[in-house]
């Protein structure tokens, strides 16, 4: 039967797998004991893809014993850390919630001589203090959507920028594309820039309170699919048109597939792809490792694309929807 062991600690949620569907029988053998954070699962539909991808690979029936503990704090991650290598585990794979701070709990990991897999962002950090890191490129990401953007060929740019969480890669990448260009090009102006920090009520938030100011716009550029969706449930409450021959051009990322099917139906214009199923290319990094091998590939990233309305098939919301 499976087991679920839950644990809260300061605020946190923690939870410990015995098991997971069917897989090789590893009675007798050493499990590897691995302390994974995370992101909250309920942070976006990214992330719930992100965890339970995780759930699925590291577990008792692969040979696994793993701990999980989630938070949007960096420090509050950083204590996790801490707790999971005085429980000794072999294995730290950790998505950081801000790319600075991690310098010296890696490095009593290191002393501590526990393996770090960074997975899904980046950090900050020496690169000798991880085995490997398998994330998204948030930079190139932002790079292909503001050319998506300015092959528009508007005579102008007056952008709602609503940023997800200050400090993470994805907000650092998404965000520099975008302030870039607007730097660089005189017609294109930013109306308002502020975090909704992932959350679809706050981004609904801003966008109401810019129709309230009587500011003009014709581009939403959110930082994920649930920030887009709260803007637009703003601009369908002042009866703004949107999407497809639209008055605003909508841009969301992650590629839910409902947010794929916005665009499927012309109500959104632009979707980023970013990629959540990174656990089998971290089980297989630990399968090295366990063997002695080298990794030669130190990063890997996952590969990415962005979705235009005008081009979007059903096959694309079928295969790439999370």
Same mark, same amino acid.
């Given at each position: 039967?499976?087991?679920?062991?839950?644990?809260?600690?300061?605020?946190?949620?923690?939870?410990?797998?015995?098991?997971?569907?069917?897989?090789?029988?590893?009675?007798?053998?050493?499990?590897?004991?691995?302390?994974?954070?995370?992101?909250?699962?309920?942070?976006?539909?990214?992330?719930?893809?992100?965890?339970?991808?995780?759930?699925?690979?590291?577990?008792?029936?692969?040979?696994?014993?793993?701990?999980?503990?989630?938070?949007?704090?960096?420090?509050?991650?950083?204590?996790?850390?801490? !707790?999971?290598?005085?429980?000794?585990?072999?294995?730290?794979?950790?998505?950081?919630?801000?790319?600075?701070?991690?310098?010296?709990?890696?490095?009593?990991?290191?002393?501590?001589?526990? !393996?770090?897999?960074?997975?899904?962002?980046?950090?900050?950090?020496?690169?000798?203090?991880?085995?490997?890191?398998?994330?998204?490129?948030?930079?190139?990401?932002?790079?292909?959507?503001?050319?998506?953007?300015?092959?528009?060929?508007?005579?102008?740019?007056?952008?709602?920028?609503?940023?997800?969480?200050?400090?993470?890669?994805?907000?650092?990448?998404?965000?520099?594309?975008?302030?870039?260009?607007?730097?660089?090009?005189?017609?294109?102006?930013?109306?308002?820039?502020?975090?909704?920090?992932?959350?679809?009520?706050?981004?609904?938030?801003?966008?109401?309170?810019?129709?309230?100011?009587?500011?003009?716009?014709?581009?939403?550029?959110?930082?994920?699919?649930?920030?887009?969706?709260?803007?637009?449930?703003?601009?369908?409450?002042?009866?703004?048109?949107?999407?497809?021959?639209?008055?605003?051009?909508?841009?969301?990322?992650?590629?839910?597939?409902?947010?794929?099917?916005?665009?499927?139906?012309?109500?959104?214009?632009?979707?980023?792809?970013?990629?959540?199923?990174?656990?089998?290319?971290?089980?297989?990094?630990?399968?090295?490792?366990?063997?002695?091998?080298?990794?030669?590939?130190?990063?890997?990233?996952?590969?990415?694309?962005?979705?235009?309305?005008?081009?979007?098939?059903?096959?694309?919301?079928?295969?790439?929807?999370?």
């Amino acid at each position: 039967m499976k087991k679920f062991l839950a644990l809260v600690l300061t605020g946190m949620m923690v939870l410990s797998l015995a098991a997971c569907g069917a897989g090789k029988d590893t009675k007798g053998s050493k499990l590897i004991k691995v302390g994974i954070i995370n992101n909250d699962p309920n942070e976006s539909g990214y992330r719930t893809a992100n965890v339970n991808d995780l759930k699925a690979t590291f577990c008792e029936a692969n040979g696994y014993d793993a701990s999980f503990a989630y938070s949007l704090k960096n420090d509050e991650q950083i204590s996790y850390a801490q !707790k999971f290598i005085a429980d000794e585990v072999d294995y730290l794979l950790l998505s950081a919630a801000a790319t600075a701070g991690w310098d010296s709990v890696l490095q009593d990991a290191k002393k501590a001589g526990i !393996k770090v897999i960074l997975f899904d962002r980046t950090i900050d950090a020496d690169p000798s203090l991880y085995e490997a890191s398998i994330v998204s490129d948030m930079a190139k990401e932002g790079e292909t959507a503001v050319n998506w953007l300015a092959s528009q060929n508007l005579d102008s740019y007056s952008i709602i920028h609503i940023q997800g969480a200050m400090g993470s890669a994805a907000q650092i990448g998404r965000s520099g594309a975008l302030d870039a260009k607007v730097a660089a090009e005189a017609n294109w102006n930013i109306v308002k820039q502020q975090t909704a920090e992932w959350n679809a009520e706050t981004a609904q938030q801003i966008v109401q309170s810019v129709i309230d100011a009587g500011e003009s716009f014709n581009v939403i550029y959110a930082e994920n699919d649930d920030m887009a969706k709260g803007a637009v449930a703003a601009l369908d409450k002042a009866n703004i048109s949107h999407g497809v021959n639209g008055d605003v051009i909508v841009m969301g990322y992650d590629c839910n597939k409902w947010a794929l099917e916005e665009l499927l139906a012309g109500k959104w214009n632009y979707d980023g792809q970013c990629n959540p199923f990174q656990s089998s290319y971290i089980n297989d990094i630990i399968k090295k490792l366990e063997a002695g091998e080298t990794i030669a590939n130190k990063t890997i990233v996952m590969d990415e694309k962005g979705f235009d309305a005008s081009t979007i098939t059903q096959d694309d919301v079928n295969n790439y929807g999370i």
